[in-house]
């Protein structure tokens, strides 16, 4: 590795230490009585446009979407750019169904999506199985924020051997872990304000300055020029490597099933639903849809720093050399700002993207915490245990989860948490018809559900699995025609159909349909009132 870059080190220190005194100071910010799972997993639900907008933000576009997603680019071509159509699909569908949710969720003070499957459908069995699946899909996607880091950290010339080397990352867990403990929800929205205001600066400035230095490294003046020689740099480098998103109908489904798969799956994560749910009120949720496609706009310009990177030569650099052995075209992102910028802004990029680790990974230790807490602890071990053991159980268990995905990162190859953060995607889809159809509709019967949900569960894995390699695409062959498309869509089509079939089943031999609380008029509560301290 490189010597250590002490400007650039001295840069990120200060501003991960001013974000930890924010974290710690949160607890105080819109005060609440800690000692309830209300008030520490959900804010007390007080969260009006603006700090929503910011954590819902900071919790869907995470340091390793800054780094990955370019990095994608970088190796592949256009084909990374689906992530653009996938965030524009999901609001519209966000927009109808999560107010529902949110509605239902304040009539009944359910904490989580599996609260609310528990209530609905009056089935203990689909509500466990609704958080295992959420649980499951959110550790590795935990894990994949320390990747963001460690990259970071490495860029830096940060190094070492053995647990030195781990060091930085521990500590800065050991932080996370501390002040997510002491304050919940409210670290890191309050912390998703910096943390979006830095990325936005650094990405801004991306975007303008390192065109012109391209420009002007060929001798053409002006940004205009520049992305041309960028756009031409990529098409040189990546012929076959899908400049358009697909190439013939396999690649034009493979995308867009992708883009749809994706588009249904990124609020029925845990932490999504979280982020919803402290808001405190309705109209704050439709109008952060409407709001929340600027970020989709920023991910458009995250993409082009990799064809950026492609331009600028970042694979014949030395920084470049030293990460990819370990980080592989995850270090392109990192070397094209060694390349391009002065240490000082290079040490508040990098700062921007630990920071970026840091929101994502609370909100989602804090939903796993609040799944594992509501639907398995007390649903199961303690029926009658007091709020304040109910918050400090999700406390302690935020604290394992945190360092389970340390341990999984340190101890582990980063490509199995790659894996199974692929297979999150087909797992949470399995989800859906309990949650979002259960929003319009009690037609369907809970063991039908959970039949549905366990044939999407497996079937899914498998696909994934087939090639011998974690794989999204899989090749559905239909007599002589074979559709290449993603295995999430695929296991939900059986999800559905074996839970409609066994519907009619189980409803044909009146076996019990179980007792939901839940009714009509709870999906239409307008939660326009404030919400007090507890």
């Not at 979407?65 to 970088?74: D, G, I, R």
């Not at 990259?151 to 521990?170: E, F, N, Q, R």
């Not at 999700?394 to 995905?405: E, Q, R, T």
């Amino acid at each position: 590795m490189n010597r250590p870059n002490w400007v650039a080190i001295i840069v990120f220190v200060v501003l991960f230490a001013f974000v930890t005194v924010l974290g710690f100071l949160a607890g105080r910010w819109r005060r609440g009585d800690l000692d309830t799972l209300h008030e520490w997993g959900l804010a007390g639900q007080r969260f009006g446009t603006v700090v929503t907008w910011f954590l819902l933000g900071g919790d869907l576009y995470t340091a390793y979407t800054f780094v990955a997603v370019p990095a994608l680019v970088y190796g592949s071509g256009a084909i990374g750019f689906f992530a653009l159509p996938y965030t524009i699909i999901t609001y519209p569908f966000i927009f109808i169904i999560m107010p529902r949710l949110w509605s239902v969720a304040r009539t009944h003070h359910y904490i989580t999506a599996a609260d609310f499957v528990r209530g609905r459908h009056g089935s203990s069995g689909l509500a466990l199985a609704v958080a295992f699946t959420g649980i499951l899909a959110t550790m590795p996607y935990i894990a994949l924020q320390l990747v963001g880091i460690q990259v970071v950290i490495a860029a830096m010339g940060i190094s070492g051997k053995g647990l030195l080397a781990d060091l930085p990352l521990i500590i800065a867990f050991v932080i996370l872990a501390a002040y997510t403990y002491t304050s919940g929800l409210r670290a890191p929205a309050m912390i998703a304000l910096v943390k979006d205001l830095l990325i936005y600066i650094t990405i801004i400035a991306a975007v303008l300055i390192i065109p012109a230095q391209v420009a002007a490294h060929a001798g053409h003046g002006g940004i205009v020029a520049g992305y041309k020689n960028i756009f031409a740099a990529a098409r040189t480098k990546l012929p076959k490597a899908l400049i358009r998103p697909g190439q013939g109908t396999a690649g034009y489904l493979a995308f867009s099933t992708l883009a749809l798969g994706s588009a249904l799956v990124l609020f029925m994560y845990p932490y999504s639903v979280t982020g919803v749910l402290s808001s405190n009120s309705r109209g704050v949720i439709k109008r952060n849809v409407a709001l929340l496609p600027a970020y989709s706009f920023l991910l458009g310009l995250i993409a082009l720093l990799g064809y950026m990177a492609i331009a600028t030569g970042v694979g014949k650099n030395a920084a470049y050399a030293a990460g990819f052995a370990t980080y592989h075209g995850q270090f392109a992102v990192p070397a094209l700002f060694l390349n391009q910028f002065p240490s000082w802004f290079v040490g508040f990029a990098f700062a921007a993207i630990a920071i970026g680790a840091l929101v994502p990974a609370a909100i989602m230790s804090i939903s796993a915490a609040n799944l594992f807490t509501r639907n398995i602890y007390k649903e199961y071990f303690r029926p009658n245990c007091s709020q304040k053991e109910e918050a400090t159980t999700a406390k302690l268990v935020s604290l394992i989860v945190k360092f389970g995905a340390l341990l999984f990162i340190i101890f582990l190859p980063t490509q199995y948490a790659i894996n199974l953060q692929l297979l999150g995607g087909v797992w949470i889809i399995e989800t859906l018809p309990a949650i979002v159809l259960g929003l319009y509709t009690n037609w369907f019967h809970r063991y039908g559900l959970l039949a549905g949900w366990a044939v999407g569960m497996v079937t899914g894995t498998l696909m994934s699995l087939k090639s011998g390699t974690i794989s999204t695409t899989y090749a559905l062959h239909i007599g002589s025609q074979v559709f290449y498309g993603y295995a999430a869509i695929y296991s939900l089509i059986l999800n559905l159909v074996v839970a409609s079939v066994l519907t009619v089943v189980f409803n044909a031999l009146h076996v019990s349909v179980g007792a939901g609380q839940v009714t009509a008029q709870d999906f239409e509560a307008t939660g326009t009132e404030t919400v007090a301290s507890a």
